[in-house]
């Protein structure tokens, strides 16, 4: 992130944000309500254009929004396989939904999963992306205690395989070593 800016509403959220992450590397981006953690995390997944700077990537990007864009009436894992192919990674599913412990509900419509549940399809799609660079924003919404240690091992996993991960949340999450960029400061 160069010296990104980003008006929103009328308003200047941020400016002048600069930050650089390697391989293994991770940012927490903090701040109160309204101070602009989405907006940044839509700006560098390329959905937002900011006002002033530029973002450069190396490598593909996937995003954990409050979405997860799963057809309703679908099986979860038919749906999850439907973006996978498109990353073409299909073959990733099995492997992600085991990993957020939704193995047993491959086969169930996504409509009758619990709010938690619906978090961990989120974060199975961004597992099955394949994508070296993860932006999560507030992944531990919705997560009991044992979901949110599945989050972080997840995350230390990714980097440990050379991935980045940009995180915003309110919520405790742990990330050793993590950067950590305040907005509304
Ligand atoms: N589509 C939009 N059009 C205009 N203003 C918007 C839009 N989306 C968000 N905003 C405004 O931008 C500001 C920042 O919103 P954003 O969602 O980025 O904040 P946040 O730090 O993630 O907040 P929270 O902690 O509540 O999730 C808010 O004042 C919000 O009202």
């Given at each position: 992130m160069h010296d990104l800016a980003c008006f929103r509403g009328g308003r200047l959220l941020f400016k002048g944000v600069s930050l650089a992450l390697a391989p293994g590397e991770a940012a927490q981006v903090t701040g109160p309500n309204g101070a602009g953690k989405s907006s940044l995390i839509r700006v560098v997944a390329g959905l937002l254009a900011?006002?002033?700077?530029r973002v450069e990537c190396e490598g593909a990007r996937?995003?954990?929004a409050e979405s997860a864009a799963l057809d309703a009436e679908r099986?979860?894992?038919?749906?999850?396989?439907?973006?996978?192919?498109?990353?073409g990674h299909g073959d990733a599913?099995?492997?992600?939904?085991?990993?957020?412990?939704?193995?047993d509900l491959t086969d169930v419509p996504v409509r009758l999963l619990s709010t938690g549940q619906r978090?961990?399809?989120?974060?199975?799609?961004?597992?099955?992306s394949g994508a070296p660079i993860w932006l999560l924003d507030e992944p531990a919404n919705g997560l009991?205690?044992?979901s949110v240690g599945v989050l972080e091992a997840l995350i230390a996993a990714?980097?440990?395989a050379g991935g980045i991960a940009l995180v915003a949340?309110?919520?405790?999450?742990?990330?050793?070593?993590?950067?950590?960029?305040e907005l509304g400061s």
């Open positions: 900011p006002a002033a700077g996937a995003l954990m099986p979860l894992g038919a749906g999850l396989r439907y973006w996978a192919a498109m990353d599913v099995t492997v992600a939904l085991a990993a957020v412990r939704l193995a978090r961990r399809a989120a974060l199975a799609r961004v597992v099955a009991d205690v044992a990714h980097r440990e949340t309110h919520l405790p999450v742990a990330l050793p070593g993590a950067k950590v960029l």
